[in-house]
């Protein structure tokens, strides 16, 4: 069985500081790819950014990056320079294979204070 | 822009209803899933189905059906609505074989609905 642990259900920051939202998932494909996405209080989901797990290079989309450590399982995303406009719930999800069955984990109210 | 609409941002009803919530989508996309969102458990996959008159059972479909008689829309069901069904219910969609990392879900806005 495949899941996606997010152990952190509130975090704050202060606006222009860094913050780091964990996850870990369990899988025992070889081959699968990693998600984070954003929904803010509108509801409208929004993908952030995503990771191919045969890829070793972390990917980074302006002001967010992720670690991915693939022995470990753990696959975190990394906001800078934090903006008012990132307060919103994060979730990271899992996708083993074609065909969108995407499995999210429990997701982190993230706020950003100013 | 893909669109996904659901019919109802709320929604009331009472124990033991028959409820409907609708979900359309306008980029002829073959793949589309219902999710109910829970404080503390994230997005738990309901129902899917990747093609007209086909449906799949997800991690929680029980008190769930589905029905997708037109590639566009794909509506949930609660035969008959309990109180634990109160959730936020949000419909996806995305386009099949593309896979990977161009396998992206389009969201609707979700359904906050209260069973009384």
């Known amino acids: 069985a495949q899941t996606v642990t997010q152990s952190q259900p509130e975090m704050s920051v202060q606006e222009a500081e860094t913050v780091t939202l964990s996850c870990t998932y369990d899988?025992?494909?070889?081959?699968?790819?990693l998600f984070w996405y954003k929904q803010p209080p509108s509801r409208q989901m929004i993908l952030v950014i995503r990771q191919e797990a045969y890829k070793q290079q972390n990917a980074t989309e302006n002001r967010f990056s992720v670690n991915f450590q693939k022995a470990a399982k753990s696959f975190s995303l990394k906001i800078s320079d934090s903006q008012l406009g990132d307060t919103a719930m994060y979730f990271c999800?899992?996708?083993?294979?074609?065909?969108?069955?995407?499995?999210f984990g429990q997701g982190t109210e993230l706020s950003v204070k100013p | 822009d893909v669109k996904v609409t659901q019919s109802s941002r709320y929604l009331v009803k009472r124990t033991g209803e028959k409820v409907f919530l609708e979900c359309v989508q306008d980029m002829d996309h073959e793949n589309m899933f219902w999710y109910r969102q829970d404080p503390g458990l994230g997005l738990r996959l309901i129902y899917f189905?990747?093609?007209?008159?086909?449906?799949e059972k997800g991690d929680i479909p029980e008190g769930y059906s589905v029905s997708r008689e037109k590639k566009e829309r794909f509506s949930l069901i609660l035969e008959s609505a309990s109180t634990n069904q109160t959730s936020m219910y949000l419909c996806a969609s995305s386009l099949m074989g593309t896979g990977g990392l161009n396998e992206k879900l389009f969201f609707g806005s979700g359904t906050q609905l209260s069973v009384l």
């Open positions: 999800a899992l996708l083993r294979n074609q065909g969108g069955k995407l499995i």
């Open positions: 189905s990747y093609d007209v008159k086909m449906k």
């Open positions: 899988t025992s494909e070889n081959n699968y790819y």
